[in-house]
């Protein structure tokens, strides 16, 4: 049985290495935390449909390795993204200085329209705090980023990130920000949309066959 969805999304996750990113995907996906979690070797995928403000959407998520030797694949990547979750370890300094390369990359390569959100990660880690959430909201709002902490462990605000993200994009595509029918804007009508959209150019080219006698 085909799925059915009325859009789907391009996701990326980026951020630097360690920062839980394939563990957050892992459990947007599974629900569950992943204990054997290795730093990923060039790109993992991971997909699910979501109910977005009474749409249907299908989030084709690709999870970018952090780690340097890994960037000239993973840029390929970026091309027509429609979201993005940069990702951070609240408890590690270095993740967050790196986070303006991260979004710099993501703003070049990707849609110029991408949807960008904030997530520092390993909230749960509480005791061993490197970054406050005062200075990366204020990060957050100079670059005009959506933001959130989540835990992939205990899977806090996990769901809500992914869902965020779309909201956003889904509201741009209701404003005209966005065109699902642009090339490279990392969005494309379901079949449901596509069915009711077909329908309406019909109806609107329907030639009138009303005569007088």
């Known amino acids: 049985m085909s799925e059915t969805y009325d859009y789907l999304f391009k996701f990326l996750i980026i951020g630097s290495a360690g920062s839980g990113k394939s563990c957050l995907l892992h459990h947007f996906i599974e629900s569950k935390f992943k204990d054997d979690s290795s730093h990923t070797i060039g790109v993992e995928f991971g997909s699910r449909i979501v109910n977005v403000g009474g749409k249907s959407v299908k989030l084709q998520i690709w999870d970018t390795a952090g780690q340097e030797r890994f960037r000239s694949v993973t840029r390929s990547y970026y091309r027509g993204a429609a979201g993005a979750l940069l990702v951070y370890d609240t408890t590690s300094r270095d993740s967050f200085n790196a986070l303006a390369n991260w979004l710099n990359d993501a703003r070049t390569l990707a849609s110029p329209n991408i ?57 741009k595509i209701e404003t005209g920000e966005l065109d699902p029918e642009r090339i490279g804007s990392g969005i494309q009508y379901g079949g449901a949309a596509l069915r009711n959209l077909q329908t309406r150019q019909r109806s609107i080219n329907k030639p009138d066959c009303t005569c007088r006698v």
Request: a negative charge; one cysteine or more.
């Open 115 to 171: 949807v960008i959100l904030l997530v520092g990660n390993k909230k749960d880690l509480e005791e061993a705090r490197d970054v406050t959430f005062l200075e990366a909201s204020t990060f957050a709002q100079e670059n005009e980023l959506i933001f959130l902490e989540t835990s992939a462990k205990t899977g806090e605000n996990v769901e809500e990130a992914f869902l965020k993200c779309s909201k956003t994009i889904l509201a």
